[in-house]
C-alpha cells in the first residue's frame, strides 16, 4: 500500500472515532529492500552469472536473511549478456519493478549501457565483475559501484611483475575488442616506465581461436617473455597450443588472472607453471577466505571462485550502506555516501572505495599448481584505477 492510500485509510478510520498508531519515520517502508539482478544465466558467461547470485545470496544469508536490519526482495533478468537488450533489460528493473538497488553485470557492453540507464535513472547501481575501465573512469557517477576491479589493475600490475622479473622486451597477444585493448595498455603502461619495450602487440578478431600463425610469429621475434589477455574455452584453448608448440620451456608465458581462473580443467595440465595476477587466488589462508569458502561449499557444494567473491562483496557493499542509512524509507543517499566511506572485510582482503567508487585493493601474483592458482605474493599493494577523466576525483 503507498503512502497516499494509507493516510486516506487512516483518515477514514480516525472518522470513526478509533485511534490509530502509526509507524514512526515510516517504517511501514523500511522491511525490505528491492534488489535488481542483471546478469546472465543462460549462454556462455551463465556459470559467472550464478556465481554471483551465489556469493551475494550467502553474504545476506550470512546476516540472517536480511541487510542492513531490511529483508532482501529479488528481482531477476536473465540479461544473456545481450548487449543490444540491455537497455530494455536495465528498464525492466528500474521501471517497471522499481528496484532499490541494480546488481549486474559480467559482459562489459551489457554493463555499459546498464550504467546509462542507472546514471539516467539516478539507480544506486553495483558492478559485480564487468571490468571496463570507462564505468568508474570518464563514466563514473556517484551512485555506481564496483566490488570487482577494473581492467586496467591486474594488467599494469602485472607489467610491474614481468619488469621486476628482468624482462626487457616482451610480445602481446590478445582478442580485438575493448577488454583486450585495455589490458593491454596498462600492461604496456608500467612495463613501458619500468623501462621495458613491447616488440610487438598482436591481435586476433574476437573470438576467434586460431592460434597457430601468431605462435609462429611470436617464436620467429624470440621475446624474452609473453603477455596475454584471454578468458574462457578460449583462454584454455591458446595455453594447449602455446604448450604444444614448444613455447612454454623456451618463452615465459604470463597473462591476467582471467586467463586461468575457470579454465584449469580444460588445459588438461598445460597451463602449470603459468603466471597471472588478479585480486583474489587460491591459498590466502586468511580466516575470512576460509569461512567465506567453507561456507560456499557447503551451501553450494562447489568451491567459490572471483565471481563468487565479487557478488558476496556486493552485498557486503550494499550491507554496509544499509547500516548506516536511517530506518524508514529507503534513503538512496545516505546508503550511497555510506557506502562509498566503508571498508569490505572481503575473501580478497579488505579493500576501500576510491572516490570513483571502485575497489582499491591488492592484486596478487599467482602460479597455477595443479588445480589450482596458488598465491605467490602480492604484485601491486593497494593498487587504486586512475579512473582516468572521471569528474568525481
Known sequence: MNEKKLMQCVAGIAGVGLTVLLPMGGAYAA?????GLMLPYTGTYASLGNAITNGFKQYVAEQGGKLGGREVEYFVVDD???????????????????VDVLVGTVHSGVALAMAKVARDTK??????NAGADELTGVLCAPNVFRSSFTNWQPAYAMGKVMAERGHKKVVTLTWKYAAGEQYVAGFKEAFEQAGGKIAKELYLPFPNVEFQPFLTEIAGLKPDAVFVFFAG??????VKDYDAAGLKNSIPLYGSGFLTDGTLEAMGGAGEGVMTTLHYADGLDTEKDKTFRTGYASAYKMQPDVYAVQGYDAAQLLGAGLAKAPAGKF??????????????????GAFSLSKANNPVQDIYLRKVEGSQNKVVGIAAS???DPARYCRMN
Not at 543490444?84 to 528498464?91: G, R, S, V
Not at 574455452?233 to 591458446?238: D, H, L, R, S, V
Not at 534513503?331 to 580478497?348: G, L
Open 331 to 348: 534513503d538512496k543517499d545516505a546508503v550511497m555516501k555510506a557506502m562509498s566511506a566503508a571498508t569490505v572485510d572481503s575473501p580478497r
Open 31 to 35: 522491511d525490505k529492500v528491492k534488489v
Open 123 to 128: 539507480t544506486l547501481t553495483i558492478i559485480p
Open 233 to 238: 574455452g578460449g583462454a584454455a584453448k591458446f
Open 382 to 384: 593497494k593498487l587504486a
Open 80 to 98: 544473456e549478456s545481450d548487449a543490444a537488450k540491455a537497455t530494455e533489460n536495465a528498464n525492466k528493473l528500474v521501471k517497471r519493478d522499481e
